[in-house]
Structure formats: C-alpha cells, structure tokens
C-alpha cells in the first residue's frame, strides 16, 4: 500500500480501463475518443461532492432489517478509509450493496432462478468515524451467473460506494472475498492491470473482529484519491 | 510517499438497491427555485442506456438520478447554477466518466475556462440546450459516436 504511485502513468495500472474487451459490455459504453486531460490543480477537482445522507443505526446491519433474519453466514466487515496521504476519510458516506446468500438481487430484472430472501434488502449506508474507520453486519454474498461469457460466474462481492472530499475522491468499487475459486475467469475483477492492485479488493479473513458464536470477521481498508479530508460530521449541514 | 487509492469497479446493474436512497425527490424542489435538464444518455449504436446513474455537482450542491428504461433522466439544480460536474456510472463502466454541462448561453460556456481545453468541434457537446420553457435544457450524453460527450481524464 506504500508503493509509491506516479499520476496517470501509474493509474493506468492500478484502475481498470474503460474498454476492457472480456467485459463486454464496455464495448460499445467505454468512451472511444481521447480524454481530455484537466490540469492537475483544476479547481472544478476540488469542488465538493454532497453526498450526504442522515444515516440510522440500523442501516449498517443488513441483518436486522426486516422481521425475521436473512439466511447466510453472518459476517462482520470493518475497515478504514484514508486519503492517499494516509490521514483518515472522517464522515465518509459509505453505501453497501449486495446479492443474498444465494446469489440473487433484491432487483426487479435480477432474474437468476435463486431465491429470493424476505428478510434480506442487500442495502446498507454508513458514515466513517473520527478515525476513518467503518464496520457493518451482513451475510455472505453468494455467487452469481450473469450472461456475459459462456458459464461466467461473477464471485461473491459487495458493492462499495464512497464519498470523500470531492470528485477525485469519489469511488464505487467491489469487495470480495478471500480463496474464491472464480477470481481467474472474472473479466471485471482481472480489468486491473496490477496484480497488487486487484488484490487488495481482495478482503482479509481477520480472528480480531470475529465475533464468538456470532459471526465471521473479514477486513477491508479503503484509499482515497485527494488529500484534503471531508469536513468533519460537525460541520455537516 | 503516496498510497494507492483503491481500484474502482463497476456500478453494475442493481445499483439502485444501494443508492436509491438519495434518488433526487423532485416532488420535494421548488420549481420557482429550480432549473431543469432532461436528457438521454445513449451507447456507441445509439441505443438508451437504461441503467446509469449520473451525479450532478455545483459549488454547494448535489443531485444523483438514474435513467428511466428509455434512457432518460431529468433533474433539478439551483436557478443560478452555470456549470455542473457530472459523473455517470453504468454497467460497462469500470470506472466513471467525468464530464461538465453548462447551463448559458453558448457564447459565455465557450470562453469558459475548462472548455478552452476542449477542441472547438466538441464544445458543443458541453452545452445545454435550452427547452421549451424557461429555466429548462436538454442535454443528451452520447458515450461513443461521431457525437461522443467530452470526457475529462482526471
């Protein structure tokens, strides 16, 4: 995570390209002409983006979001958020999104024939503490077929979406799980060039956060693009 | 000695299970107050993308909508907004683009600053039109073509 990185140059291996011919889809969305390079120090990069939200207890625990509990492997995923400075992202708008335990979206043109969990939504939203820091409570996502290849099977993953001081650091992005067998054949997590790079969207299994007869612990650190931290909750409208 | 940000990943097609949430209510705008761009955000063979998300900013702020199934979004931003960032998130993106609209008359967009970046052939596609009625654009983002909106690498 020290590794030192150096501008464009150095995010064409680490971020994915926009035309990644394995995921197909990219192919006719993907922009084609050249991007036009802003000024590093543009200011339109250091306009805050309001991605605010009032954000209640239960929203960071997907299990305990309908009457009874979702069915699955209870996990526990903590992490924190720091800026490529390494200072802390406090106050940061976390929304989760995910499959159930069988693999199936709480989505209307999900139409995987898995089923359905009446206790179990797949949405969480959160903010970072004074420490950057983050944890919710949730299930284990099942994997899922989706059409894009012959057999192609997406591994199980969280959708992360974040909110840091401005566009540079906005950032959506999936977190997996670690030893899942379909990480060899997934065009979207192998659309990142950088073999270090992919692998930390790779969670850690962690014994520190694993709760006794509760749940398992998986570990997930985040960094930021941008180095001016997000006001403090305090200073929230 | 900088640290790497994470990588990004793609929206995907449910990500309204996750960010619905803060979907602009625009039950909830004072029109009297608002300005209104609606558009149609299409793919390299012309066709709707029913399932992006765009997020509009201004200095102070903020507006996130989804396309409808033909592709469509429309959205409230503040009366005396000139110019919105934009950031639109899709299946098929593995990470956002980045583009700007502005909301005057072509003339002023063009002397902006960011613009003067951008060959004169494209500007256009930086710029709203103006709708049928007062206070109303349309703005179209084309992501590939002859057409294709102005991106910015950042």
Known sequence: MTTPIEGREGRKKTQPPYLFPGYVSTQKRGPLKPLILLPENSSSLFRPVFGRDSVRPTDADLTRQHAGEPLGERIIVSGKVVDDDGHPVRGALIELWQANAAGRYHHHLDTHAAPLDPNFTGCGRLLTDAQGAYSFVSIKPGAYPWKNHENAWRPAHIHFSLFGAGILSRLVTQMYFPGDPLFARDPIFNSIPDEAARTRLISTFDWQTTKPEFALGYRFDIVLRGSKSTPMETDHP | ?154
Not at chain 2, 65 to 86: D, H, I, K, M, R
Not at chain 2, 111 to 124: F, H
């Open chain 2, 1 to 154: 000695m900088k640290l790497i940000p994470t990588a990004s990943q793609t929206v995907g097609p449910f990500f309204s299970i996750g960010l619905a949430h803060m979907h602009q209510d625009s039950t909830k705008i004072n029109s009297a107050n608002a300005q209104t761009i609606t558009g149609t955000v299409v793919d390299g063979d012309g066709r709707p993308i029913p399932d992006c998300v765009l997020e509009f900013s201004t200095a102070s702020s903020f507006a996130r909508v989804p396309t409808s199934v033909e592709g469509e979004y429309s959205v409230n931003v503040e009366a005396e907004t000139t110019l919105c960032e934009v950031l639109l998130f899709m299946r098929g993106l593995l990470k956002p683009v980045y583009t700007q609209v502005y909301l005057c008359d072509a003339a002023k967009a063009r002397d902006a600053i960011t613009s003067k970046l951008v060959p004169q052939d494209r500007i256009g596609t930086l710029i709203a039109q103006p709708g049928i009625a007062a206070k109303q654009f349309v703005w179209n983002v084309n992501m590939q073509g002859d057409d294709e909106t102005v991106f910015f690498d950042y």
